[in-house]
């Protein structure tokens, strides 16, 4: 009978040696002539013996823990490795080894999760280490809590505490929404561009409303969803068309990766206007690797987290052994710098490590019933078997989870330790920022315990000649005196490409090559335009505006006027002339009005014209109505026959001055002619 714990484990050879002993006793026993039955009891009793004494001493038992992880994350892979490979072999203090499970699933599919799990399940691990984006993170999260299956993943995604909760799962990477909206309210932004690349965003974009307080308010300008880095740019050059003169506060909640290209192309876009923009990066993002992909292009104001310090004696200490790391043997290692990505495995990896060291050292046994001839058994069956009814869950499950949010280490990306519902806690997040002269430096940093905390920056200036070294330009121009002018060639002088000009341009054009370190060619407009709209244009422009836009040159030296439509499809540098003419107007002085103020409106000479028609008027009327025979009235009377006329010279500048207001008469002519 075999009383071992697996292959591999030494108690066997105690054991043996035991029973050769007993062997030995036994035949002296019956050499002597002692009972067989009494002999066969005393076998067994030692032997008993001898199967307590192995299980009492404490024996390194090779746990397997599984992993899954997607296509393309070999330098995640790596880590996880790294860290199992330095704990069986360096690690003299380890009561345990480690047998990785790893499998490689290329989709997010649930039902191919499921399946994958269930078969590591099945060969029995001890608990799962696991990459959890957002289409995943449910999939995941039912089966560790149906399970109980502990969940170790580098980062969860960015949801509240209510939101599919996993009561066995912990994540490195911390809850910091509270930072951006402490940020927002740092810069006092009060509109707010908000790209996303995740189906959890509008859920962040929800909570960070929120947090946000009612003085603090701010509005939303844009809210989309974009796919890739080339996505987001297009979006931004139709925004700057539209828009080309507002600040625009834009929050990138996308992958690093992701942002640094969105940021990088926009540096690089010439038609973009750099100073008007600042981005903030919700994701963890790596100092050094942002200054060395952005900076040879330029800068533009750009605020993001970090937790991973280079600085620190851990992180110095783990990027030598990661430097000194075969890349044939050990996938995305040797290289200078590490994602903030594979810090956060490591981590996870040490930290599921260290929960198994600290419950074997309190409970060395734990662990004895659960191994058989090289299989792992859960309550006595072979594995977890996803399809059995009731469900077996794990039955060490929840005192694992236990320990792991327990733990508390110092690891790559600070102090880790957790809360009840498995984030991190008491964790420190630096605020980095990029300007538009200088590189990214450290200006804040945010606990959850004591907020934001601005941190007196040391900005670092970029060079002047970054970018334009050692290049040459092409400056489109257009000859006008005395900004630019054939040069006359002496006697048997021939003057060849730029020395062809002469002109205030040309001299400018020099002394900025020469300051910025390029060279340059001066080409003349093709059609010899400054620049207006041009339907026919494929570009809408043409001369050096339109050569500009169409890309066929780099910049225009030229006395070209900046108008507002100009601004609208190219930049201008400051004017290096101004023509000195002002405008200048009285200010206007309050007085009471007059008695004749009515009269303000009209000139006097309008004023003399209505009054002479309206006399003139009157006087034709009395005169016409004199000669008419039809305005006289003939009335018999008491004295005799009598002739009248109503309009007399008042009545008839009375008549005048009514029909002049539009108001009635009690006179009228009664002749057609009057």
């Known amino acids: ?104 699933l290329d989709s997010d599919d649930s039902y191919k999760i499921g399946q994958t799990l269930c078969s590591q399940m099945e060969r029995g691990i001890f608990a799962l280490i696991t990459p959890t984006s957002d289409p995943s993170y449910d999939t995941f999260t039912a089966y560790s809590n149906m399970f109980q299956m502990p969940l170790v993943s580098p980062a969860f995604p960015q949801q509240t505490s209510s939101d599919r909760p996993i009561h066995l799962g912990i994540s490195i990477r911390p809850r910091y ?10 810069y006092k932004w009060k509109t707010i561009i908000y790209l996303y690349d995740s189906d959890n965003g509008l859920l962040k974009l929800q909570q960070i409303f929120h947090l946000t307080s009612e003085k603090n308010k701010f509005e939303m300008r844009v809210v989309r969803r974009i796919t890739n880095s080339t996505d987001a740019s297009e979006f931004l050059r139709k925004l700057e068309e539209q828009d080309r003169r507002s600040f625009k506060y834009i929050i990138l909640d996308c992958d690093a990766e992701i942002a640094k290209e969105v940021v990088s192309q926009h540096i690089r876009d010439t038609y973009m206007n750099r100073r008007n923009y600042h981005f903030l990066v919700t994701s963890l993002i790596i100092e050094d690797d942002w200054n060395s992909a952005l900076l040879p292009h330029g800068a533009v104001n750009t605020t993001g987290f970090q937790m991973l310090q280079e600085t620190r004696p851990e992180v110095r200490n783990f990027l030598t ?51 058989r001839r090289g299989e792992v058994y859960n309550n006595g069956t072979k594995g977890i078997n996803c399809h059995q009814a009731p469900v077996m869950p794990w039955e060490h499950g929840e005192r694992i989870a236990r320990f792991l949010k327990k733990t508390d280490i110092t690891g790559l990306t600070g102090n880790i330790t957790f809360d009840e519902l498995g984030w991190r806690k008491n964790f420190t997040v630096n605020i980095v920022e990029m300007s538009m002269n200088s590189e990214m430096v450290k200006v804040a940093q945010w606990s959850d315990s004591d907020g934001l905390q601005q941190i007196p920056p040391n900005y670092k200036r970029i060079p002047q000649n970054t970018g334009f070294e050692n290049k040459t330009y092409i400056v489109t121009s257009i000859l006008e005196e005395p900004y630019l002018m054939y040069k006359k060639a002496e006697d048997g002088q021939i003057l060849e490409g730029n020395d062809m000009f002469e002109g205030y341009c040309k001299d400018l054009a020099d002394l900025i090559a020469d300051n910025l370190k390029f060279s340059f060619i001066i080409k003349l407009v093709n059609d010899s335009a400054y620049g207006g709209k041009d339907p026919t244009s494929p570009v809408g422009w043409n001369g050096m505006v339109g050569e500009l836009i169409r890309k066929d040159a780099d910049m225009a030296i030229a006395p070209l006027t900046i108008t507002s439509a100009r601004e609208n499809v190219i930049d201008f540098t400051k004017p290096f002339m101004s023509m000195g003419i ?93």
């Open 1 to 104: 009978m075999n009383f071992g714990l697996g292959p591999g484990h030494r108690r066997r050879r105690h054991s043996t040696s035991w029973r050769n002993v007993i062997t030995a006793e036994l035949s002296f026993r019956l050499s002597l002539g002692g009972d067989i039955m009494k002999g066969t009891v005393l076998i067994w009793k030692l032997l008993c013996f001898t199967y307590i004494l192995a299980l009492v001493r404490p024996v390194p038992e090779k746990i397997p823990i599984g992993a899954i992880f997607t296509p393309g994350s070999e330098e995640m892979q790596t880590a996880f490795n790294y860290a199992i490979s330095f704990h069986n072999n360096n690690d003299t203090q380890a009561r345990f080894k480690v047998e990785p499970v790893v499998e490689v």
């Open 321 to 371: 052994a990661w430097k000194s790391l075969d890349p044939y043997r050990w996938p995305g290692g040797g290289t200078q710098h590490i994602t903030t990505e594979v810090a956060q495995m490591y981590d996870a990896t040490r930290v599921l490590l260290d929960a198994f060291n600290r419950l074997l050292k309190k409970k060395p046994d734990i662990f004895r019933n659960n191994f």
């Open 582 to 674: 002002s405008i200048m107007i009285k200010k206007p002085m309050n007085r009471l009005p007059g008695v004749f103020s009515f009269m303000n409106p009209l000139s006097e000479e309008i004023w003399m014209c209505i009054i002479f028609a309206y006399v003139g008027v009157s006087v034709v009327l009395f005169l016409v109505s004199r000669f008419s025979p039809h305005e006289w009235r003939y009335e018999d009377n008491f004295m005799g026959p009598s002739a009248s006329n109503d309009f007399s010279l008042h009545n008839s500048l009375w008549f005048s001055l009514g029909a002049f207001m539009q108001q009635g008469c009690d006179i009228c002519p009664r002749y057609e002619g009057v």
């Open 177 to 186: 929404l509270r930072a951006i909206v402490d940020l927002i309210n740092f």
